[in-house]
T-cell receptor, first 115, second 113 residues
Framework: AQKVTQAQTEISVVEKEDVTLDCVYE???????LFWYKQPPSGELVFLIR??????QNEISGRYSWNFQKSTSSFNFTITASQVVDSAVYFC????????????FGKGTHLIIQP | SQTIHQWPATLVQPVGSPLSLECTVE??????LYWYRQAAGRGLQLLFY??????ISSEVPQNLSASRPQDRQFILSSKKLLLSDSGFYLC????????????FGPGTRLTVL
């Protein structure tokens, strides 16, 4: 069984502040994939990143960065110099099945960036 | 390029009425297809997935069913809607089981009254 915990239900920061969204996952498998998705008010899920369990290197993409730590089963997401357009619900997800079953999502973190 | 369509975009239905939501994918063949539901204030829950025509796997027991009559068509149905069926329904696909990112459709917002 898999589980993803996003303990922060809602975060509100002022524009230009840095913000970190936490994600803790559980899986019994040694091979798994971790994802982050963004859901703007329109509702459509936008893929942000995929990381496999054998690649613990942190990744940076513009203002976005991800910190993967297997020792603590965490895959945290940081937005640097936040902007109003970053306001959305962010979901962390894990996949560790050997077949074609779907992702296990956390309950999401609602990020509000105030101007 | 590949695209995924869902319709209708929004739907308001009375309790006890039937349901049919459609999802189609363009620009690919033999995709894995998925139905998720997002209830208000909650995360996404996988409902069904399909690896091929006529092949449906259900993740949770519920009032819903799914069918895949064609390679790139995935339908979510119900004979009698319940209030608890309200939510945001998302269709998704991946090209195969290699698990690159899962692509999501625009979603259908269903309200059962």
């Amino acid at each position: 069984a898999q589980k993803v915990t996003q303990a922060q239900t809602e975060i509100s920061v002022v524009e230009k502040e840095d913000v970190t969204l936490d994600c803790v996952y559980e899986t019994r498998d040694t091979t798994y994939y971790l994802f982050w998705y963004k859901q703007p008010p329109s509702g459509e899920l936008v893929f942000l990143i995929r990381r496999n369990s054998f690649d613990e290197q942190n990744e940076i993409s513009g203002r976005y960065s991800w910190n993967f730590q297997k020792s603590t089963s965490s895959f945290n997401f940081t937005i640097t110099a936040s902007q109003v357009v970053d306001s959305a619900v962010y979901f962390c997800a894990v996949y560790s099945g050997g077949g074609a079953d779907g992702l296990t999502f956390g309950k999401g973190t609602h990020l509000i960036i105030q101007p | 390029s590949q695209t995924i369509h869902q319709w209708p975009a929004t739907l308001v239905q009375p309790v006890g009425s039937p349901l049919s939501l459609e999802c189609t994918v363009e620009g690919t063949s033999n995709p894995n297809l998925y139905w998720y539901r997002q209830a208000a204030g909650r995360g996404l829950q996988l409902l069904f997935y399909s690896v091929g025509i006529g092949q449906i796997s259900s993740e949770v027991p519920q009032n819903l069913s799914a069918s895949r009559p064609q390679d790139r068509q995935f339908i979510l149905s119900s004979k009698k809607l319940l209030l608890s069926d309200s939510g945001f329904y998302l269709c998704a696909w991946i090209p195969d089981s290699s698990y690159n990112e899962q692509f999501f459709g625009p979603g259908t917002r269903l309200t059962v009254l």
